[in-house]
Nanobody, 121 residues
Framework: QVQLVESGGGLVQAGGSLRLSCAASGVILSINKMGWYRQAPGNQRELVADITSGGDTNYLDSVKGRFTISSDNAKNTVYLQMNSLKPEDTAVYHC???????????????WGQGTQVTVSS
């Protein structure tokens, strides 16, 4: 079965950088968009950034100018470059791939297992 494999999380001091990667273990067809979500303890899950199959991007206001999302459609991969990290960026980051299933006339979301990002002050 298709799975999303994430890497790149870790511990970094405020002002540092990390690059998250997510790759599909199998082929995913008819992808509408790919993105990254995050969830900190006691908080709701929030969309950090996403990118459509056409290359259009969307960012959470608090990360604009610091984070950059990119993708490699041929490899079904998505990346998140995180610069100027702040303690409030600490969370579990989850990769998401949204597929449109024509046979069912609806979308389906694939999720990664999550990778921990911790930013110390």
């Amino acid at each position: 079965q298709v799975q999303l494999v994430e890497s790149g999380g870790g511990l970094v001091q405020a002002g540092g950088s990390l690059r998250l990667s997510c790759a599909a273990s199998g082929v995913i067809l008819s992808i509408n968009k790919m993105g990254w979500y995050r969830q900190a303890p006691g908080n709701q899950r929030e969309l950090v950034a996403d990118i459509t199959s056409g290359g259009d991007t969307n960012y959470l206001d608090s990360v604009k100018g610091r984070f950059t999302i990119s993708s490699d459609n041929a490899k079904n991969t998505v990346y998140l470059q995180m610069n100027s990290l702040k303690p409030e960026d600490t969370a579990v980051y989850h990769c998401n791939v949204r597929q449109y299933r024509f046979q069912y006339g609806s979308s389906y979301d694939y999720w990664g297992q999550g990778t921990q990002v911790t930013v110390s002050s």
